[in-house]
């Protein structure tokens, strides 16, 4: 019996050791499936790093022999080869492609891309701004209506009558009038992509690529139609163009030049609209005036009584007033003021407020405020010597 027992113990040390080695066996196939993975992966990125780079072209024709003429990013015009593995059904003038260093032959069909200067442009799906966002601008928020919203709302209009719709409009007058808030109120209106630049953005320093940012704008824009495209500032490169110039002053009259063929040119702008804003409308080139380029020159002047007592509804709409604030009084205490004035009056007024410790706002914190932000324009009368009835007002 113990003979029997010594070899059952012995022969389930044995099994044990067997599983043991099984164990053992697993692990290490399971480690060398690792480390064989890690090894291909290491050499792969060692290819990636020793492997030649690839050359960016651009498809011109497709040659009945199978091969392809392409202008490549290094300069000149090259008949090419096409790789087996590229559909050349993909291939079309105008395809981004990548080329061989050493052959040039075409090896692959980049994916399309947009400038980055085009992407880093301001983009704002369906701005928040609406018509009662913007105050003293009725005439100016009808003649813009008529050129830009009416057009994208209403094509068929423009059919019946047989006519083509404008193009875009210019806005011009003093700074802090409202051009820009004005162009946002549009395209909220109309549901419009809104899509701003400053036109400095577009002066480049290499020959052709302000030309070329342009008409990627434009391609952009007719891609996320209906579309404003806001240009800020235009007389930064719309100036009047002279015989005599810098190589500098040359590359921004081919950007301008770019501009107006995009304005003017064969290519329809479907449902985009262009509105340029200007301080200095005598400088500008007089063939970006005519007509067909910007159909409508609107001015955004100085808000009058009226247009100013506007303005401080619109900014005083979510502030506590005292009873003693009258709007038609700081009206015409800020005469010659802008609407950027009256804002930034209103917000000193809620400093002044909370230096006070109070919760609401009195007429004397604004007329504290008319001293400060406009100085030596600011012009005192007596407060209750020109009130008016009828005055709306918000009081706590």
Do not use: W
Not at 200 to 210: C, I, P
Not at 224 to 235: G, H, N, Q, T, Y
């Amino acid at each position: 019996m113990a003979e029997i027992d010594l070899n059952n113990e012995r022969r389930k040390g044995v099994t044990d050791y067997i599983r043991y080695l099984e164990m053992r066996i697993q692990e290490l196939e399971a480690e060398i499936t690792y480390l064989r993975r890690e090894v291909n992966y290491y050499k792969q990125e060692i290819e990636k790093l020793l492997s030649t780079p690839l050359i960016e072209g651009v498809v011109l024709e497709i040659l009945e022999d199978g091969r392809a003429i392409v202008k490549s990013s290094t300069g000149p015009n090259l008949i090419v080869n096409i790789a087996g593995n590229v559909d050349i059904e993909k291939l079309r003038p105008g395809t981004h492609v990548a080329l061989n260093q050493r052959g040039s032959t075409i090896v692959e069909v980049l994916p399309i891309r947009e400038d980055p200067y085009v992407k880093a442009m301001e983009v704002i799906e369906r701005p928040n701004v609406r018509y009662s966002d913007v105050g003293g601008l009725e005439d100016q928020i009808r003649e813009i209506r008529e050129v830009v919203e009416l057009p994208l709302k209403h094509p068929e209009i423009f059919k019946e009558l047989g006519i083509e719709p404008p193009k875009g409009v210019l806005l011009y007058g003093p700074p802090g009038c409202g051009k820009t808030l004005l162009a946002k109120a549009v395209a909220g209106e109309s549901q419009a992509t809104f899509i701003s630049l400053v036109a400095s953005e577009l002066a480049q320093k290499f020959v052709g690529e302000g030309a070329r940012i342009v008409r990627e704008l434009f391609e952009f824009a007719r891609k996320k139609a209906p579309s404003i495209v806001l240009i800020d500032e235009i007389d930064a490169i719309a100036a009047r163009r002279l015989d005599i110039g810098t190589s500098g002053e040359r590359e921004i009259h081919r950007t301008l030049t770019q501009l107006l063929a995009e304005l003017d040119g064969f290519d329809p702008l479907d449902n985009v609209k262009v509105i340029a804003t200007t301080n200095r409308l005598d400088i500008l080139d007089p063939a970006l005036l005519r007509p067909g380029r910007f159909d409508r020159v609107i001015e955004v002047p100085l808000p009058n009584l009226r247009g100013r007592y506007e303005i401080f509804k619109i900014h005083t709409r979510k502030m506590k007033l005292a009873r003693d604030v009258d709007l038609m009084e700081l009206a015409r205490l800020t005469e010659g003021a802008t609407g950027a004035d009256i804002k930034a009056i209103c917000t000193e007024a809620g400093y002044n407020a909370i230096r006070s410790s109070r919760r609401y706002v009195v007429m004397e914190d604004f007329t504290k405020a008319i001293r400060k932000i406009l100085g030596n324009r600011y012009r005192p009368y007596v407060f209750g010597s020109s009130r008016e009835k009828g005055v709306d007002r918000q009081v706590v």
